[in-house]
């Protein structure tokens, strides 16, 4: 009951302008779950995308989706991507990855050579840039059947996993054999497991404030505006509702963009694997109403970002209130601090109160109108 006093106490009055620009043009929007409790329990939050890609491997829809996987590389943790033809593989790469890829380059030649029709699950800068290249590339068009798009506020850099895992094994004294960004339910814990059998876990707060407080943020999040995946059959998502938090299930925001998108969801929910609500779209963006309008924001990043020397382009031309150019120039510093190899080392030796004074105020600032 107080999840959804407080649900209505903070629920914003989206404009149709406002749906527009944030979220893009759309079919449909659902709160949604996994109806087999075995998807939900290893997913970062519902477990409807690979319910999804389940289905429609068993139903024929395509012929392999492509995953995306925690894998380690020299000791480090870093994404790998693959296409997965059995339920095994997609289970395995469930769980959210907080760590940059150069998708294109990985994924193309996976696309190419696969023989058959693939889903493909990405962020909105992902899907974006492939559907650009399927434009270019008819025969590539042909190999995509699905796309669906993560929600994302901005991606990061190596360092910071690297930063988190390298403090883990100084904590052990053990060497990394797994980790899991994101795991249990409402924000989750990271988990990490040692050569010795040995497992940790730490709350998400123990990476998402460093990430939260952008640094190590990618450059090129900068000056993304894409939060909800504008090009995707599919968009898919956290839904940060209080009343949700008193739930044992977990749940996802899902927006259904294209009406094959509606067809492959509603063939699922005519299948009975995944549970659904319809909702209204700006109850999603509610699940969202802090990290949405200020990703869209270009505007204040790309004039702030001159005294930086980033060059960014503008791409929305939004209205710029004095609390969103000072979000925009801790963005932009943060970003900038993590690029030095001194300001990595100061990142990690913030104490954590100091730390949670930042995050608390950096929230604040994006939560103004």
């Not at 994101?182 to 924000?187: E, I, L, N, P, Y």
């Not at 970003?335 to 100091?354: H, Q, V």
Request: hydrophobic share 40%.
């Amino acid at each position: 009951m107080l999840g959804k006093f407080i649900d209505r106490a903070l629920k914003k009055q989206w404009s149709d302008e406002q749906v527009q620009n944030y979220v893009g043009s759309h079919k449909a929007s659902y709160i949604t779950h996994a109806a087999d409790s075995t998807i939900r329990q290893n997913a970062a939050s519902g477990g409807v995308t690979s319910a999804l890609l389940i289905h429609g491997l068993h139903s024929g829809i395509f012929d392999g989706t492509l995953i995306c996987k925690t894998v380690l590389v020299d000791g480090k943790v870093r994404a790998k991507f693959e296409i997965a033809t059995t339920v095994n593989e997609i289970l395995k790469a469930q769980g959210s990855k907080y760590v940059e890829t150069q998708f294109l380059q990985e994924v193309l030649p996976l696309l190419r050579a696969f023989k058959g029709r693939v889903a493909v699950v990405g962020l909105p800068c992902d899907i974006s840039a492939l559907r650009h290249r399927c434009e270019k590339e008819p025969a590539l068009a042909k190999k995509v059947a699905l796309t669906i798009a993560l929600f994302c506020g901005h991606n990061s850099r190596t360092g910071l996993v690297d930063g988190i895992t390298s403090r883990l094994e100084r904590e052990t004294g053990q060497k990394l054999k797994d980790y899991k960004f994101r795991v249990g339910h409402w924000r989750g814990r990271l988990q990490a497991d040692f050569e010795n059998g040995t497992s940790i876990s730490k709350p998400s707060k123990y990476f998402n404030d460093y990430q939260n407080l952008f640094f190590f943020c990618e450059r090129k999040c900068m000056a993304c505006s894409d939060h909800y995946g504008y090009h995707a059959d599919i968009s898919i998502g956290d839904i940060w509702l209080f009343r949700l938090r008193e739930d044992p299930i977990k749940h996802s925001g899902l927006i259904t963009r294209s009406e094959f998108g509606e067809k492959v969801f509603r063939s699922a929910l005519g299948a009975s694997k995944i549970v659904s609500e319809d909702i209204d779209v700006r109850d999603v963006m509610d699940g969202q109403s802090r990290i949405g309008p200020s990703h869209y924001n270009v505007t204040s990043r790309a004039r702030v970002g001159r005294f930086f020397g980033l060059k960014l382009k503008d791409t929305v031309n939004e209205p710029v209130a004095w609390h969103a150019y000072l979000n925009a120039f801790i963005t932009i510093a943060n970003m900038r601090l993590a690029e030095k190899s001194w300001g990595r080392k100061l990142i990690f030796m913030i104490p954590k109160p100091t730390l949670k004074i930042a995050l608390y105020f950096k929230k604040a600032l994006e939560s103004l109108k």
